[in-house]
Structure formats: structure tokens, C-alpha cells
């Protein structure tokens, strides 16, 4: 008998609901659990989506509570208060811990075999946060960390040297956030290291590749301060990361994970290469680092640190 895939989502602000959104065009869950304080905004968001059903095929889709996520392998952790434009990530520590106190508790009590997907900013911090108050092992706690970031440095290189993005191979980790880094040393198209070299008639400009890596950073920043919020793409990676789950792909994307020890980096989260499959983190991959990436690496957890001890969990 084939399982069902019953996937829940809990906040259906901006977030949750072009997760929900991609989920159902996607048809990666056969039921969505949409969870929300607003229980009325919840319904009305499972019923917009129900009702295309008739164009992209059948899923169940509806308001629910926690004790109803007792049969999720998935639930996508989006509620908490919103980002103002301006406002640092770090700066939404403290009003969104306490929200997640209340959550996991839930989760814990209703669905502890679940993967929990962390999506709410600070990304890196609330991972950690959860980890801490959940019973769950900690590879079953996964942050959206930079997959966004990568995904977005990697269409501005493809648009750079005139290739699709999914031909670039190049990472952003760390911190999903301003100390994050480009893993420039690594970065490939075709099996070539673009680094100061000539790739398809484009020179390595580092002048112009900073500007892409900034572009890459601020983008948030930049799309905030002209809609009030991010949503869409946010919305995109969470379900790649559903899919890659559900499916078993055993892909291999950048997302934040406790560190134990990897680069000289301990109990703190933050973005690494990571297997992902039934079993949420099943694996980490570490490239080799050139100097300069591995200092801004530890310069990202340090200030992750200080944040974390700022908190009293």
C-alpha cells in the first residue's frame, strides 16, 4: 500500500503560502496541512488552492491544528513576526525564539517522526533554536540556510557567462545572511574553474564578480525595501527541499546544520553542502576551502555566536 505524503505547514503568512503554493503546483504531497493562529486565514488559504485542483490535479489541502500533523513526514516551519525593511535577520531573534518555544512544543507532542523544515529568519539562529528545545535528532531539523543565496548567485553567473544556472557549480555558505560567503575557489561551469581564468570568452573580473556576489547577498534586502517582503523564491526552495526529502534524491544542497567540529566550527548552525534524503541530513560534504573563505567562514560563525549567546533558551 503506498503511504500517503502529508506535508504541513505551520504560519500562512507571505512564506507559508508560496511554499504551500509550490507544493501544490508541484503535486509533491498528496495531503497539506495548513496551521495558523488565524485559523479563518488558514481555511481561506486552503480553499484558494483547492479549488485548482481541476488544473494541476487532485491533493488534499485544508486548515488544520497540531494534533492533525500526527501522520506528516514533513512539516515547513514559516510562522514568525515578519522582517521590516532595514531589519538585519539577527535582529528578529529575540521576537521569534519565543514563538518557536510554543511550536516545537506542539510538534513534539504531535509529530515527533517528522522532518521539520525551518524557514523563518534569522534562519541559522531559529535552527539552532529548535534543535535545542526538540527531541528530534538534529538531522531532522533542516534551515533553508543559503540555498536561496546559491540559487540566486548561481542565475546571476549564468546570466554573467551566458549558460543556464543549473551548468553552474558554486556555493554560498555560512551564514544566511550579510557574513555569508562565496565559495569562489570552487566555482565551475562545465567541469572549469572560472576562478582568474578565461571561461566561454568571459574573464574572471573580480571587480564585476563582487558586484554579483553582493547582488546575491542584498537581494532580500533590495526586493523588501520595493514589495514589504520576500516570498516567492523562499517559496521555490522550500518545496526542492520537500522533494528532495519525499523523493529520497540523496541530493546534495546547501543548508544549515549544527556544526560538531567541521572547520574548526562547533555547536552553532549554519550552511554546509548537505546529502538530503528520507532521512534528512545523511551526509555533509566539505570542500577544500582557500584561506581567506575559511577565515570568512568562522567570521560567520563567530557572529552567529554572539547572537546565540545573547539568548537564554
Known amino acids: 500500500?503506498?503511504?500517503?505524503?502529508?506535508?504541513?505547514?505551520?504560519?500562512?503568512?507571505?512564506?507559508?503560502?508560496?511554499?504551500?503554493?509550490?507544493?501544490?503546483?508541484k503535486g509533491l504531497a498528496s495531503e497539506l496541512i495548513l496551521i495558523d493562529r488565524d485559523a479563518r486565514r488558514a481555511e481561506g488559504e486552503a480553499m484558494?488552492?483547492?479549488?485548482?485542483?481541476?488544473?494541476v490535479g487532485s491533493m488534499t489541502v485544508r486548515a488544520g491544528t497540531y494534533a492533525d500533523l500526527h501522520n506528516a513526514q514533513i512539516v515547513i516551519i514559516s510562522a514568525g513576526v515578519a522582517q521590516r525593511p532595514g531589519e538585519s535577520r539577527l535582529a528578529l531573534l529575540h521576537r521569534n525564539a519565543e514563538v518557536f518555544r510554543e511550536i516545537i512544543g506542539e510538534l513534539d507532542r504531535h509529530a515527533p517522526e517528522a522532518i521539520l523544515i525551518v524557514a523563518t529568519n534569522p534562519v541559522d539562529i531559529l535552527t539552532y533554536v529548535a534543535q535545542e528545545l526538540s527531541q528530534r535528532p538534529s538531522e531532522h531539523i533542516i534551515g533553508t540556510g543559503t540555498l536561496l543565496d546559491t540559487a540566486r548567485f548561481r542565475a546571476l553567473l549564468g546570466q554573467y557567462y551566458g549558460v543556464d544556472p543549473r551548468s553552474v557549480h558554486a556555493y554560498i555558505l555560512g551564514e544566511h545572511g550579510d557574513s555569508e560567503v562565496a565559495i569562489w575557489s570552487q566555482v565551475a561551469i562545465g567541469g572549469q574553474r572560472i576562478l582568474n581564468r578565461t571561461v566561454l570568452g568571459r574573464p574572471f573580473d573580480r571587480t564585476r564578480m563582487q558586484q554579483l556576489f553582493e547582488?546575491?547577498?542584498?537581494?532580500?534586502?533590495?526586493?523588501i525595501d520595493r514589495k514589504g517582503y520576500t516570498n516567492t523564491a523562499i517559496g521555490v526552495v522550500i518545496a526542492r527541499l520537500v522533494e528532495a526529502i519525499l523523493d529520497d534524491e540523496k541530493s546534495v544542497l546547501p543548508v544549515s546544520v549544527r556544526l560538531n567540529g567541521e572547520y574548526g566550527i562547533h555547536n552553532v548552525c549554519l550552511s554546509l553542502p548537505c546529502v538530503i534524503g528520507l532521512?534528512?541530513?545523511?551526509?555533509?560534504?566539505l570542500p577544500e576551502l582557500a584561506p581567506d573563505e575559511l577565515e570568512g567562514l568562522r567570521?560567520?560563525?563567530?557572529?552567529?555566536?554572539?547572537?546565540l549567546r545573547e539568548l537564554s533558551l
Request: glycine share 12%; no cysteine.
Open 1 to 25: 500500500m503506498l503511504q500517503r505524503r502529508v506535508v504541513g505547514v505551520v504560519g500562512t503568512g507571505h512564506v507559508g503560502v508560496a511554499a504551500a503554493y509550490a507544493l501544490f503546483i
Open 299 to 307: 567570521r560567520s560563525a563567530e557572529i552567529l555566536h554572539q547572537s
Open 48 to 55: 484558494d488552492l483547492m479549488h485548482g485542483q481541476s488544473l
Open 215 to 223: 547582488e546575491a547577498r542584498t537581494a532580500a534586502y533590495a526586493i
Open 279 to 285: 532521512r534528512g541530513i545523511e551526509g555533509r560534504v
